[in-house]
């Protein structure tokens, strides 16, 4: 369903990615995992395009996108595919919860703007926050304000969300909730691909690990394989320091 093919990235000399190859399922849940610095997030961007790939393809279902080439509407046309949960939550911060949620259906998908609110505001109960509809992210803890990024992810009805690091800038107590939503929502049968630290929920929630170390997927398979038994040295020297 959705295939990357030879995915390579440089910012100046460094080369970030190598050369990445990854098939995810439709309704799998891919867990990136690898130590800081090896291309995690660097990937995660390429696939909505918010880096440009110098090579590669990407393709969602029957559409792809050549990466040395790629036409203006294709690019649009991946954007429109995925959506994005950010470290940082990105939420506009003059909008309330619901304007933000409702922002994508009214702007990208052009919807009236009584059933955007409508969409939104089920969204946002969906994620635990139907008191908060009118809250401004200022007046929301961060984990509340990320799950108010989760329900304008899902807004987009996108056939893959892109979360990128989604606990890493909480505290400690708040990490829980915005994991047991993401839970939830990957119960449903939504295409996630997750970079994640958290190694016991990407031992629990997805169904195919991806282990990448300088720019290269060094090993991927079923969590169980991955956590338990592992072919590569380098994977199992990760797992040690984090498990
Ligand atoms: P990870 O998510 O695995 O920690 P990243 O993809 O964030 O890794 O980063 C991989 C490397 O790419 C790092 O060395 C980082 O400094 C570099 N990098 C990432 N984004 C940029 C950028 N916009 N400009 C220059 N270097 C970058």
């Given at each position: 369903m959705i295939k990357l093919r030879g995915i390579a990235k440089s910012f100046g000399k460094q080369e970030v990615l190598k050369g990445i190859d990854l098939t995810v399922e439709k309704g799998e849940v891919v867990a990136i995992l690898g130590p800081s610095g090896s291309g995690k997030t660097t990937l995660l961007r390429c696939i909505?395009?918010?880096?440009?790939p110098n090579a590669g393809e990407i393709s969602i279902d029957d559409f792809s996108v050549n990466c040395r080439k790629p036409a203006?509407?294709?690019?649009?046309?991946?954007?429109?595919?995925?959506?994005?949960?950010f470290q940082q939550y990105n939420l506009f911060r003059h909008k309330t919860a619901l304007e933000n949620v409702m922002e994508g259906l009214v702007v990208?998908?052009?919807?009236?703007?009584?059933?955007?609110?409508?969409?939104?505001?089920?969204l946002l109960e969906k994620v635990g926050l139907a008191d908060k509809l009118d809250a401004y992210p200022s007046q929301?803890?961060?984990g509340q304000?990320?799950?108010?990024?989760?329900?304008?992810?899902?807004?987009?009805?996108?056939?893959?969300?892109?979360f990128d690091e989604p606990t890493s800038a909480l505290d400690p107590e708040l990490v829980g909730e915005v994991l047991a939503v993401?839970?939830?929502?990957?119960?449903?049968?939504?295409?996630?691909?997750?970079v994640t630290h958290e190694m016991g929920f990407a031992q629990d929630v997805a169904n195919h690990i991806v282990f990448m170390?300088?720019?290269l997927v060094v090993e991927e398979g079923?969590?169980?394989?991955?956590?338990?038994?592992?072919?590569?040295?380098?994977?199992?020297?990760?797992l040690a320091r984090y498990t």
């Open positions: 909505n395009y918010l880096e440009k203006k509407k294709d690019i649009h046309l991946l954007r429109r595919k995925t959506a994005m949960v990208v998908k052009k919807l009236p703007k009584e059933e955007a609110r409508r969409i939104g505001a089920e929301l803890s961060g304000q990320q799950r108010v990024g989760i329900a304008r992810a899902l807004a987009l009805n996108p056939e893959v969300i892109l993401i839970r939830k929502i990957a119960r449903e049968g939504i295409t996630m691909i997750i170390e300088g720019g079923p969590p169980k394989v991955i956590f338990q038994a592992p072919k590569e040295e380098r994977t199992r020297q990760f």
